[in-house]
């Protein structure tokens, strides 16, 4: 007969993973110095009553609490908004960003993941956090870039219809709440990097499949396979495959290129 003993990183586990979904949930108005006291008291608890077995019960609770209050106060800490009050909504602001991703839309948009070192408003503020770009297909801009612009940030829309996806909770699950559209920008730096080299790879494959002659579902579907990039397949072509089920053969296949990338 298998006992909770024999198992004590399943006793653990178990409080912090249901913390973590309590705060997610329920938003509670937690402090990490709430799991600092209750580690001091299982100290305590330990040395000075570890031998008593009638008191082994208090131990196990005081187990349980504290690592459901370390997962509520870890889950709050890595998920708090703390640029929020920096950004000034529906206001054109300068600011300083690197491009961390692109992928293409629709053909005459790009869609950029950048990180904001500098925010200029009042002042200018050192502060690291995401965004979602649009720009042109026409910007040069790509990944490794290091860029000066100016453009109006907007809160990314939650959706309001229930029970169905809601990609600005997703967004937020990495951190990302702004979305922003800026056309004109000042090249500042290239920064080397293995994230950046590999961009230009891939950059370099999808123009020789071009200059193969290869063009919109082709393209988008071969760049899928080979590069695990679904941002040039056009909505029909996902239909086609979501409705064959074939979805999947997409995700496989790139992902198993994509890691040598």
């Given at each position: 007969m298998l006992y909770w003993t024999q198992i004590p990183f399943v006793r653990i586990i178990i409080p912090f993973v249901f913390g973590i979904i309590l705060q997610k949930y329920l938003q509670l108005d937690l402090s990490i110095y709430w799991s600092l006291v209750f580690c001091l008291l299982l100290l305590v608890q330990y040395i000075f009553f570890s031998k008593n077995y009638k008191l082994r019960y208090h131990f196990g609770v005081s187990v349980f609490i504290t690592f459901l209050l370390t997962g509520a106060a870890i889950h709050k800490h890595f998920n708090s908004r703390t640029h929020s009050s920096l950004i000034s909504n529906n206001v054109e602001t300068k600011w300083e960003g690197l491009v961390i991703e692109k992928s293409s839309t629709n053909g005459k948009t790009n869609k950029l993941l950048c990180k904001v070192n500098k925010y200029f408003?009042?002042?200018?503020?050192?502060?690291?956090?995401?965004?979602?770009?649009?720009?042109?297909?026409?910007?040069?801009?790509?990944?490794?870039?290091?860029?000066?612009?100016?453009?109006?940030?907007?809160?990314?829309?939650?959706?309001?219809i229930p029970n169905i996806f809601d990609y600005s909770e997703f967004l937020a699950n990495r951190k990302i709440y702004y979305q922003t559209y800026f056309k004109g920008n000042k090249l500042i730096e290239k920064q080397k990097s293995l994230t950046s080299f590999a961009a230009q790879l891939r950059n370099s494959i999808v123009k020789i499949y071009e200059k193969a002659g290869l063009t919109d579902q082709q393209l988008g579907v071969i760049i899928a396979l080979t590069l695990g990039n679904k941002s040039y397949l056009d909505y029909e072509t996902r239909?086609?495959?979501?409705?064959?089920?074939?979805?999947h053969i997409l995700a496989v296949t790139g992902l198993h290129v994509g890691i040598e990338f």
């Open positions: 408003d009042s002042t200018q503020y050192q502060k690291n956090f995401k965004v979602i770009a649009y720009v042109p297909d026409t910007s040069k801009l790509d990944v490794g870039d290091v860029f000066l612009t100016q453009s109006i940030f907007k809160e990314i829309p939650k959706n309001t239909n086609y495959f979501a409705k064959a089920g074939a979805m």
